[in-house]
């Protein structure tokens, strides 16, 4: 099926471990995503990248990285995670290829930092 | 940044209501797009609606670009329309989406 995918859909880390979220889309999209979602804030982006091989800070960037590994793949990276960064996350790709802009979710990743 | 505010931020609705979701947004954009969240946490879009009104079935959505507000209706609402509602724009083409805080709609039997 098309769309976004990722991984895992839920998580439970120890202050101080790290972990990568994984995020494929298989739409040709050029732009990618990372945003959290906590409790009363909407969508607050972390990092994007418009095109293969380029990312920005959102947002909300500090204790996050990302790699943008292809086309198709964008990951964000937990070094030491913090019970701050306890929240959903959610991976996105869009795309203006024909004037329209189309915007496409995953599922969400809840983790939680203890 | 640009700004974007929704309200109300929570809303009780019985079955068969009607209501209007409203987004402020406090400077011109290229791009505005409504999203529903299910109880699932799944986001979908509803519109883009950079300007001007259009209808999808019970939803409607309009824009007044010179005004900075955009305006979501919902008729006779379903249960299944339960969720968060959010607002999303963009400045200029290819920059992220920029999101409200959303409403909170609740639809009783």
């Known amino acids: 099926n098309a769309g976004v995918t990722q991984t895992p859909k839920f998580q439970v880390l120890k202050t101080g471990q790290s972990m990568t979220l994984q995020c494929a889309q298989d739409?040709?999209?050029?732009?990618m995503y990372w945003y959290r979602q906590d409790p009363g804030m909407g969508l607050r982006l972390i990092y994007y990248s418009a095109s293969e091989g380029t990312t920005d800070k959102g947002e909300v960037p500090n204790g996050y990285n990302v790699s943008r590994l292809n086309k198709r793949e964008f990951s964000l990276r937990l070094e030491s995670a913090a019970p701050s960064q306890t929240s959903v996350y959610f991976c996105?790709?869009?795309?203006?290829?024909?004037?329209?802009?189309?915007?496409?979710f995953g599922q969400g990743t809840r983790l939680t930092v203890v | 940044g640009i700004q974007v505010e929704q309200s109300p931020p929570d809303l009780i609705l019985q079955e068969g209501a009607n209501s209007t979701l409203r987004c402020n947004f406090s400077d011109s954009v290229n791009n505005l797009q409504w999203f529903h969240q299910n109880p699932w946490g799944q986001l979908i879009n509803l519109f883009y609606?950079?300007?001007g009104t259009k209808q999808n079935g019970r939803l409607s959505a309009t824009t007044v670009a010179t005004e900075r507000y955009s305006l979501l209706y919902i008729s006779s609402s379903q249960t299944t329309d339960s969720g968060v509602y959010f607002c999303?724009?963009?400045?200029?083409?290819?920059?992220?989406?920029?999101f409200g805080k959303g409403t909170r709609l609740s639809v009783i039997a």
């Open positions: 739409m040709n999209h050029n732009s």
């Open positions: 996105a790709s869009s795309s203006w290829d024909r004037g329209v802009p189309e915007a496409f």
């Open positions: 609606i950079p300007s």
């Open positions: 999303a724009v963009e400045r200029s083409g290819n920059t992220p989406l920029v």
